[in-house]
Every structure is written in structure tokens, then in C-alpha cells.
């Protein structure tokens, strides 16, 4: 479970991130973050990561209260939570299979255990035959792959994404997704932060909107991101009566969930 | 249980999170320690191979530490031969009461004994006109002149040090007198003020040493330090990217260590090795020197157990120095 109580974030600059932010997410369900650039989606993922400490306000991960976790103690917390990002912070001076055994090495598995786990985390994402090769000379989606490889091999019972399709065309976006989806389907706490609203539109799932740092649906399940967000940042452009296209161009179940619930939730 | 990603869409393809078979997961103690020692020497290697990734300035770091340790290394050996050389005159004060030429060796032993009583005397010893002369010549350097002489000109000597506890002026001074009384005393030699000399120049050549090579200590743990600091520069994303997925300072700190540990070892030897040459060319300069003057003098070298000891220290030295470096720069280093 992840819960926010207040949370504000401030930085040192005086920008405030995060404005008495509340929600609490179930252990076992997937959420979707979104929002525009710079609304505090990347800051409240960071927040969970204690890449960051909340100014005002309590942050839970389960029952640990992250402000009374020392620095020493990041480390555990960090590996409960698998973490996917855009640029799949990959170390391209080692190979594939490396990469994906990082996680298990420093929390102290032995060798043996390593090669298992990380040879069944590759074949999940599908990359068991690339294991030696380095992760340079894979293409964007395939390292994503191995981000999420990963992120999962340690079998964490949180899995954070931040932005995990920004880079990556419809096609390879909904296979990423679809990976999510199988993790949440065996009982991992998933959260995606993406402004791909045509994506999430197709998922069932709740979602958190921020705008300027304020959470603006807190109880939606399946609210409609789209009519919450400024169309200023390059966002495909709709309104509340369009209904979100998927691939193929009709109108998909999850919209007409979206609308139901709308009137409900618009506050 | 990770399978096939080939599944049919839809059934779950993963257990759920929590079902960790006992033996694989990282929580007993037995289990921990295994995988910890593994880790420990697969960070060893690997900090060897880096090493070697980058031979040059590698190397020129190694000589430049082995430089600094083999100096202070090189003086403790040179004072310690001429101590040897000098006599152990740092631990006691001598008087030689030259005897009579008509006392005879019964006599001057008996002599020797009875001064081994008086207050203030440590120990007290007879050297009879044979003795004298074999032990001048083998360690004087006028072995040659003093056979061709027709007698033995050296008198019976009894020597008497002054013990550690009483050794002040007036005790000293007062025992002098006493010597003076004695019958078959023909001469008193004791000149305080020439050991006093002696004394002081290697009083200062020692501390002169001992700050050099403390100097030279910290030169170590900087040049050390300074080399790690860079080794994280260079491997900053790394580190980011093991804070992220949970890396411990610890784990992290871990290969530096090793590094600065194999710095310091490995200097230690270059240094050994620059010593054990110094000692070669100078072995023979010093055979000639001492042949010619007709002295059986001969260098000694360091030591095995100095040795070791001075390979563990200068290991301590490059870990203190990797420690230091990467205790500040490791935290400093925050994913962002």
C-alpha cells in the first residue's frame, strides 16, 4: 500500500511541486499518474523512491512512515520498490544479463540464485537470447525490456514507472503496458506515470491527475484524464465529448466507463 | 516463478510476489555470509582488473607511492646499521678502568665482580690483554699495524655501565670517584659529554626520520585518496544507478576499498624491491670500504617480519586513503 497524507513538496528554489497532496493507493492495484510536464508527477515518484523528502506531510509505504526512515535504511525501502524510467538508466559498460542481475547482487543473493532469476526475468520481457549482448546495441524498445527486467528481478511488491513509453511508438508503448498489466495480475502494486492518455484511456485502471502540483481526482476509477489537462503541452487535442480513439479508431469500452463516472467525480 | 512470455494472454503468468521459496531468499545467516565472501572476492578481482584496465597510470601511481614509502623505509635501514656500527651507546653509560699491567687475570675478575655490587653499577665485565687485542683488531680497522707491533701495548680493561635507573649525573659522577680510589686502576675513561653528543645527534636523526616518514605516511593516504576520488568520478553513473535499485554506501564503497588496499600492497612490494637493489649496489661498495680499513662490518636489510609488517601497514595506508575518499564523494553521489 501507498498512501500520501498531506503531502507538500517545496524545493530548495522555493518551487512547490507537491501541494497537500492525499491518496492512498491498494496493495495489488494498478494506477496510472498523469498530468502535464511539471505538474509533480516525477517528484511524487521520487518521493516514494526518498529520492526526495516531503516538506509537510506524512508518505507510507505499507506501515513505514518514510520521514522516520534514516538514510541508512534508503536501501531496503529502494529494494521493495522496482522503479522502470525513460531513459532505463541502463550501464552500458556490462552486459544485458548484469544489468538485470544488479538488483539481486546487492541485496545479497548468491550467484547461483542470480543466474536463475535474472534468466526468468529476461525470458518474461522476452530477451533471453540477448543476455550477453551489451544493452547499446539494442533497440529502444528492447531496452526498455531490460529496464523492466530489471525492475521486476528482485520480485518487488511495488513496480514505479516514469514516463516508461515517452520514447517508444504506439505498437511497443501497449506491449510495455501490457507487461505492466501481467505483474499487476500477480499481485504487484503497480503505478505508471505517462502522459500517454490515449494509452491509459485503454486500460481500466484508476488514474491520479495533478495539475500544478495539486491532485485534482483523488476517488475516480475510471475518470477520463483528458478533459483535466491543459492542452498547452502538446497533448493530443480533445474535449470531453470526443471520444478517445484507440489504434483502430472506435470508441473504446473503457470511454464509455469514463463517462458514466465523470459527473460523479468532477468536483 | 518467471515462464514464457509465449503464455496465453490473460492467465496469470507470474506467483504472486510474496511466495519466495526459503532456501532462495537472501534472509538466513548462513545463506548471507556465502553470498557476502563471494561477493567479497568477485570485488577483489574485479578491482585488480581494473587496475590493469588502465596499466600506465596505474603503474605511474604505484611507483609514486613506492617512492614515498621506500624513502623512510631506506633511512630507518641506514640508521639501524650505524647504530650497529656505533655501539649501543643509547642504552647505557660505560667506564673503562684501565688496569695496571702486574694484575693478572684472576685478579681483574675478582676486581670485576666486586663492582658488580656497588650501588648504581648494571653490569660490569673483564677484558683481559688477549681479549683486547682480537677485538681491536677485527673491528678497529688497524688489525695490520698493531700485529707487527713486538707486544701487546693494550691493557686489561674491566668495563661497568651504569644501570637505566640510576643513571643521572651525580650517580655517575660518584661511582667515577669511587673507580678512581680503587688500587689497580691505572686509568678512568669517561667522557659524559662526548655519549651526550652521540647521544643527542642520533636523538635528532631519529625524530628527523620519524617525521619524514609520517609526512610521507599522509603523503600516501592523499595520493591514494586522491587517485580513488577519481575512480568514482569516472564511475558516477554506476553508483547513481546501484543507489536506485538499493546498493548499500557499503556496497558501493566496497570495490574502492580494494583498490586503495591493493594500491598500498602493491607499493609496498615495488618499494621492497627498490630497497633490496639499494642493498645490492651498496653491499659491495660497503664490503670494499670495510675490507679496506680491515672490518668484518656488513649491511643488514630489513627484516622479514619488518618487511611484512611494513606490507600490511602501507595496505592500511591505501585503504585509510580509499576510505577517506570514498566515505565523502559516495554520499555525496544521489540519484536525481
Known amino acids: 500500500m501507498i498512501r500520501f497524507e498531506h503531502v507538500t513538496k517545496r524545493y530548495a528554489t522555493g518551487q512547490e511541486a507537491l501541494s497537500d497532496v492525499s491518496f492512498a493507493l491498494d496493495a495489488g492495484k494498478m494506477t496510472f499518474l498523469t498530468g502535464h510536464s511539471g505538474a509533480g508527477k516525477s517528484t511524487l515518484l521520487k518521493l516514494i523512491m526518498l529520492m526526495e523528502r516531503a516538506t509537510k506531510g506524512t508518505v507510507w509505504i505499507d506501515n513505514l512512515d518514510l520521514a522516520k526512515l534514516s538514510h541508512r535504511q534508503i536501501p531496503m525501502l529502494r529494494r521493495k520498490i522496482g522503479v522502470v524510467y525513460q531513459n532505463h538508466q541502463l550501464l552500458f559498460d556490462r552486459s544485458v544479463y548484469h544489468n538485470v542481475a544488479l538488483p539481486l547482487v546487492v541485496s545479497g543473493f548468491h550467484p547461483r540464485d542470480v543466474g536463475r532469476r535474472v534468466r526468468a526475468a529476461l525470458d518474461k520481457v522476452g530477451l533471453l537470447s540477448k543476455e550477453k549482448q551489451n544493452p547499446q546495441s539494442l533497440s529502444g524498445g528492447e531496452q526498455q525490456r531490460v529496464g523492466i527486467a530489471r525492475a521486476v528481478v528482485n520480485k518487488p511488491p511495488f513496480l514505479l514507472a516514469d514516463e516508461p513509453t515517452g520514447n517508444l511508438d504506439p505498437a511497443l508503448s501497449a506491449e510495455i503496458m501490457e507487461l505492466f498489466k501481467e505483474f499487476n495480475n500477480v499481485g504487484v502494486t503497480v503505478l505508471v506515470a505517462t502522459h500517454d492518455l490515449a494509452l491509459i484511456a485503454r486500460m481500466p485502471h484508476r488514474s491520479l491527475i495533478l495539475r500544478d502540483g495539486l491532485l485534482i481526482n483523488n476517488t475516480a476509477k475510471f475518470s477520463n484524464p483528458a478533459k483535466f489537462i491543459d492542452n498547452d503541452q502538446g497533448l493530443p487535442n480533445r474535449t470531453e465529448d470526443t471520444p ?24 | 516463478m518467471f515462464h514464457s512470455r509465449n503464455k496465453k494472454k490473460g492467465s496469470p503468468t507470474l506467483k504472486p510476489v510474496r511466495q519466495l521459496g526459503a532456501s532462495s531468499h537472501p534472509n538466513n545467516f548462513s545463506y548471507r555470509f556465502y553470498s557476502w565472501k563471494e561477493n567479497h572476492i568477485l570485488v577483489a578481482k574485479e578491482s585488480l582488473h581494473r587496475l590493469t584496465t588502465t596499466p600506465f597510470s596505474s603503474l605511474v601511481t604505484l611507483l609514486v607511492l613506492a617512492i614515498a614509502i621506500a624513502l623512510p623505509t631506506g633511512f630507518n635501514v641506514a640508521i639501524a646499521n650505524l647504530e650497529r656500527l656505533t655501539g649501543d651507546v643509547n642504552d647505557s653509560v660505560q667506564i673503562s678502568l684501565y688496569l695496571h699491567d702486574h694484575i693478572d687475570d684472576a685478579e681483574g675478575r675478582k676486581l670485576a665482580a666486586e663492582i658488580k655490587t656497588w650501588e648504581g653499577v648494571g653490569t660490569t665485565e673483564y677484558i683481559s690483554q688477549e681479549q683486547a687485542l682480537v677485538s681491536f683488531q677485527s673491528t678497529s680497522g688497524f688489525g695490520e699495524v698493531i700485529s707487527n707491533l713486538p707486544k701487546n701495548p693494550l691493557p686489561a680493561v674491566v668495563t661497568l655501565t651504569i644501570s637505566k635507573q640510576s643513571l643521572t649525573a651525580s650517580t655517575a659522577k660518584e661511582i667515577e670517584l669511587r673507580t678512581k680510589e680503587l688500587n689497580s686502576v691505572a686509568q678512568v675513561k669517561f667522557d659524559l ?29 592523499l595520493v591514494v585518496g586522491n587517485t580513488i576520488k577519481l575512480s568514482i568520478d569516472s564511475r558516477k553513473e554506476e553508483i ?97
Open chain 1, 244 to 267: 478517445i480513439q484507440n489504434p483502430s479508431g472506435s470508441p473504446t469500452h473503457s470511454t464509455i466507463e469514463n463517462k458514466k463516472h465523470s459527473a460523479s467525480t468532477n468536483q
Open chain 2, 193 to 221: 659529554s662526548w655519549l651526550k653528543k652521540v647521544q643527542s645527534v642520533t636523538n635528532f636523526i631519529h625524530q628527523a626520520v620519524t617525521g619524514l616518514s609520517v609526512l610521507l605516511a599522509i603523503g600516501v593516504v
Open chain 2, 240 to 336: 547513481v544507478v546501484t543507489k536506485l535499485v538499493g546498493g548499500t554506501n557499503a556496497f558501493i564503497r566496497r570495490p574502492f576499498l580494494y583498490m586503495g588496499l591493493l594500491f598500498g600492497a602493491g607499493s609496498a612490494i615495488i618499494a621492497l624491491l627498490l630497497l633490496s637493489m639499494g642493498m645490492l649496489v651498496l653491499t659491495s661498495s660497503i664490503a670494499d670500504i670495510s675490507g679496506a680499513y680491515g672490518s668484518q662490518f656488513k649491511l643488514n636489510g630489513l627484516g622479514v617480519i619488518n618487511s611484512i609488517s611494513l606490507l600490511i601497514g602501507c595496505a592500511g595506508l591505501g585503504w585509510l586513503g580509499a576510505w577517506l575518499a570514498s566515505a565523502q564523494h559516495i554520499r555525496a553521489l544521489e540519484p536525481r
